[in-house]
């Protein structure tokens, strides 16, 4: 069982940055498979960037460049860093993980993780 615990959000302007957090238990956060994932009220969640086993970065079409994946393993912890934020941002973000082994060459689809964080809201003004 891997516990997810997702902060950093909060309400912002437009052109702001956040960097969101997410807290893993564990002891092998290293070959984790993550992942971010959005939801706005009255929208499916969509994917926004994720990180295999070995490191690699995927990102949807519709980040358009401003979000970046990153992790720290000596924290447990994986970072979305959300640049020039907008208004169509504004939504819940949620952590997933899953603990076996993947290798990733496109954004993985929701059915790829088994835990899921409770969320962190991301509300951005004009």
């Known amino acids: 069982q891997v516990q997810l615990v997702e902060s950093g959000g909060g309400s912002v302007q437009a052109g702001r940055s956040l960097r969101l957090s997410c807290a893993a238990s564990g002891d092998t956060f290293s070959t984790y498979c993550m992942g971010w994932f959005r939801q706005a009220p009255g929208k499916e969640r969509e994917g926004v960037a994720s990180m295999d086993s070995y490191g690699r970065a995927t990102y949807t079409d519709s980040t358009k460049g401003r979000f970046t994946i990153s992790k720290d393993n000596a924290k447990n912890t994986l970072y979305l860093r959300i640049n020039n934020l907008q208004p169509e941002d504004t939504a819940m973000y949620y952590c997933?993980?899953?603990?076996?082994?993947?290798?990733?060459?496109?954004?993985?689809?929701?059915?790829?993780?088994?835990?899921w964080g409770q969320g962190t809201q991301v509300t951005v003004s004009s």
């Open positions: 997933a993980a899953r603990e076996s082994r993947c290798s990733w060459l496109v954004f993985p689809p929701t059915t790829q993780f088994d835990y």
